[in-house]
Structures are given as structure tokens and as C-alpha cells.
């Protein structure tokens, strides 16, 4: 692992306990953070030295590379640091116990309601798309509605206070991220 400096900040997509910000929570909880909502706010940030890293996905065993990612590094000349991978575990919570069958409304990152179409495939919902995976829940708990819920990992939904009603309801194992740690040259 590369020696950051400690007063280094370190940007991540989503709010806390996105699966970014657990990556970054395990590697760099050393280092102050910032959040964004989309990548290209960290890259921005990174490029003009507002931050000093940015933590960004650069592929996943089910959908691949994140073609965007990796084009933008190379265009705007940053550099890859180091990689990490990370399981992914992508769980169903809502805020009170709910069987899936009366879900109205699913709030989720596209790429998480993606990667759990045999859970949803008989249930007819509406999904409502996400900025990130732990904004679900932040989207879920401002809802009006008791029928909805969200996609999410497990330390967001222990953290953002709402029930856990389906666990590993994804459709492949092993469901992991490639992150890569970037920065200027």
C-alpha cells in the first residue's frame, strides 16, 4: 500500500457508507474525506487539487470496466495508484418489516437494481433511481410511502437506522468492485 500523507483528503462517490466510502473506511480512514455525488465532481476535484485522491470504481465481475472511469483518468492524465478489490453484497431494507411482494416503490443505484433482477423478476415494482447505493436509503427514509424500499449493503443499512427485510439478494457471487486509488501525476 502506498504511504499517504496524513493530512491528504480523499474523495468518494455517495454519501457515508457507500460501498466507496466502506472501501475507504477499511484503507484510508486516516485521511479526511469529501463526497460526490457523481464521478466526474471527483475527477473535477482531483484535477484542480481541491482533493488529493479520488476513490473510483473501475470495474466489476458482473458488468466489467466502467469505461467512463477509466477513459476520463486517462484524458485528464491522472494516474492509478493502487487497486483494491471488494465484495459486494447487496441487501433489501425498508423502514418497517415489509414482505417483498408489497414493495410499491424500489429506491437503488442502477447498477445495484441491475445486478438484482431474479429477486425483482415476480414482483412488480416501480424502481426509482439512486445517486448511490447508501442515498437509497437516505431516499427510502425521505419517502412518503410504507411500500418502499431500498437497495443496499449491510453497514448502510445498520447505520442509516432502517430494516433489513431481504439479505444477498444479488444475482451472481462473487460480486466484487475493483476500486483504484487516483491522483495527478
Keep these: ?96 418489516s415489509l414482505d417483498p411482494h408489497q414493495i410499491e416503490k424500489i429506491y437503488a443505484h442502477p447498477v445495484a437494481m441491475n445486478e438484482c433482477q431474479a429477486f425483482f423478476k415476480d414482483l412488480k415494482v416501480i424502481h426509482i433511481p439512486s445517486k448511490s447505493n447508501s442515498h437509497a436509503l437516505i431516499d427510502l427514509k425521505l419517502s412518503d410511502g410504507e411500500n418502499n424500499a431500498a437497495i443496499s449493503g449491510r453497514e448502510a443499512i445498520k447505520n442509516l437506522e432502517v430494516i433489513l427485510i431481504s439479505e444477498s439478494i444479488h444475482d451472481s457471487e462473487p460480486n466484487i468492485t475493483t476500486f483504484g486509488l487516483v491522483s495527478k501525476k
Excluded: C
Design 1 to 96: 500500500m502506498t504511504a499517504l500523507p496524513p493530512d491528504s483528503i480523499i474523495g468518494t462517490l455517495g454519501s457515508e457508507f457507500s460501498f466507496h466510502d466502506i472501501l475507504r473506511r477499511k484503507i484510508y480512514s486516516h485521511l479526511s474525506v469529501r463526497y460526490f455525488n457523481e464521478f466526474e465532481n471527483i475527477f473535477d476535484a482531483v484535477s484542480n487539487g481541491e482533493i488529493d485522491y479520488g476513490l473510483i470504481a473501475l470495474s466489476n465481475t458482473i458488468h466489467g470496466s466502467v469505461d467512463d472511469n477509466q477513459r476520463k483518468i486517462a484524458e485528464l492524465n491522472l494516474v492509478i495508484l493502487e487497486t483494491h478489490d471488494l465484495p459486494i453484497s447487496l441487501h433489501l431494507a425498508a423502514k418497517s
